[in-house]
């Protein structure tokens, strides 16, 4: 077991250079299995989540290879079971993807209900009625989720609520159905576009990605080619609030400032400075931070795996916060590891109360998912003496090397074994 221990109240200063996205990683390398030829991904994160992916391929028979660029080739012309191991699955949020793209390739899917972080029921309702609207036959069996179309065929689908997972999957399993599929309500998230830009640039045609209407007309084959992802916009996000909450100056590169906008603003509402460049923002802090009230909504709005992290800034804030989860309902599992650290939130609802205090202190907590992981070392980062963070596997599910990022910063934080 690894933990993290974080002596606080060092301002971060400097660069950092952001990972590739890991959100468009995990649904783009599923999106690989229905390809008809090899291809080249560019900007694929170190992480844990894109480890376990990459191992699910290589046992349904995919030929995976990476390096230390961050660049991994798949070449899946040798996968031939349309169904996918639950030991692996069940640590891995992102399992669904699989569905929609095994029933596009072999019209059978068997994959294990979603595992992952543990914030709130994960419905896959939506996937359903779009795969049965597609065609398939959808059951659950025994934590299994069994699909199977004798044809995959052209429909028009709304979604009743804006789900990312849903719209990615539908995309996937709509590439090569005949006809134009139209998904309606669709999610806009940067890794929903990056996920479409990846299955054009193998040979599909989708349109409208990034709207709430999105076009995919099948096509035949899918011959492969090269495509580099995007920065991670949740990384990029982590680090601006740990330069605000720690009083630094830091400057995150390989990022888009556009899809951050929604941060920028609040950061700049909360009295924290930034400028912004072509693919970088620098953040400095010169005075105390303003309270503020958040909302975390879908793509464009505040983003929900930003939530716990703008907590920790917002403990420091004079007079009373409130933050709205707008998306997970157990988003606030991370509020009793703060309050160990002398924070002052009161949960009601769907809602954080957060009254602001001088400074944290540092104490034993843990990481109760991946967002919250992080949350909990810039708590440490921002904090008054000593933390020590446990639970870290979580947070290496999605920061590729955090420790090392931070301190190249100057943070005085290291991995320890026990």
């Known amino acids: 077991m690894e933990k993290f221990v974080i002596n606080g109240l060092r301002q971060l200063k400097g660069e950092v250079s952001i ?35 990459m191992t699910i391929l290589k046992e349904m028979g995919a030929e995976v290879s990476s390096d230390d660029s961050g660049t991994v080739t798949v070449d899946p012309a040798k996968v031939n079971t349309y169904r996918a191991d639950y030991d692996l699955l069940k640590s891995l949020r992102a399992s669904y993807y699989l569905l929609g793209a095994l029933l596009s390739r072999f019209n059978k899917a068997e994959v294990a209900f979603p595992g992952g972080c543990d914030f709130g029921f994960r419905p896959i309702d939506q996937h359903i009625k779009g795969f049965e609207a597609l065609g398939a036959t959808v059951s659950i069996e025994h934590g ?5 179309a004798p044809k995959l065929a052209s429909s028009q689908i709304y979604l009743d609520v804006v789900s990312v997972g849903a719209t990615i999957n539908l995309m996937l399993a709509a590439v090569k159905a005949e006809g ?7 999610a806009k998230e940067p890794h929903v576009v990056d996920t479409a830009n990846f299955l054009n640039a193998m040979g599909a045609n989708i349109k409208g990605a990034g709207t709430d209407v999105i076009r995919i007309k099948g ?11 995007i920065p991670d916009q949740i990384e990029a996000g982590t680090f601006m ?10 400057v995150v590169r390989n990022m888009i400032p556009k899809h951050l906008e929604s941060l ?3 950061l700049r509402e909360m009295n924290v400075n930034l400028e912004e460049g072509e693919d970088w923002i620098r953040v400095w802090r010169s005075g105390d931070i303003n309270k503020a009230a958040i909302k975390t909504l879908p ?3 505040f983003p929900t795996d930003l939530h716990p992290q703008i907590a920790v800034l917002l403990c420091q804030a004079e007079g009373t916060s409130t933050i709205t989860e ?25 809602m954080a109360v957060i009254e602001g205090i001088t400074h944290l202190t540092g104490a034993p907590i843990k990481a109760t998912d991946l967002r919250a992981g992080a949350a909990m070392v810039l708590a440490g980062l921002a904090a008054k003496g000593k933390t020590e963070v446990y639970n870290i596997k979580y947070i290496d599910r999605g920061y590729e090397r955090i420790e090392k990022k931070l301190q190249s910063l100057g943070a005085d934080i290291e991995r320890v074994s026990e």
Not at 23 to 52: F, Q
Not at 180 to 186: C, L
Not at 219 to 229: A, E, K, T
């Open 19 to 53: 990972s590739g996205c890991k959100n468009a990683a995990v649904a783009v390398l599923p999106a690989a299995l229905l390809l008809d030829g090899p291809c080249r991904i560019e900007n694929i994160p170190d992480i844990k989540d894109v480890d376990t992916l």
């Open 326 to 350: 707008g998306v997970w309902d157990l988003r606030f599992q991370y509020v009793d590891e703060l309050k160990r650290m002398g924070a002052n939130i009161k949960v009601e609802g769907r």
């Open 144 to 148: 299994v989720v069994k699909a199977y």
């Open 264 to 266: 920028s603003a609040k």
């Open 299 to 301: 793509y464009p709005g």
């Open 219 to 229: 096509v035949d084959r899918l011959p492969g080619g090269s495509y580099s992802i």
């Open 180 to 186: 134009t599929t139209i998904i309606e309500n669709a």
């Open 241 to 250: 609030i740990a330069a605000a909450a720690t009083g630094g100056d830091v």
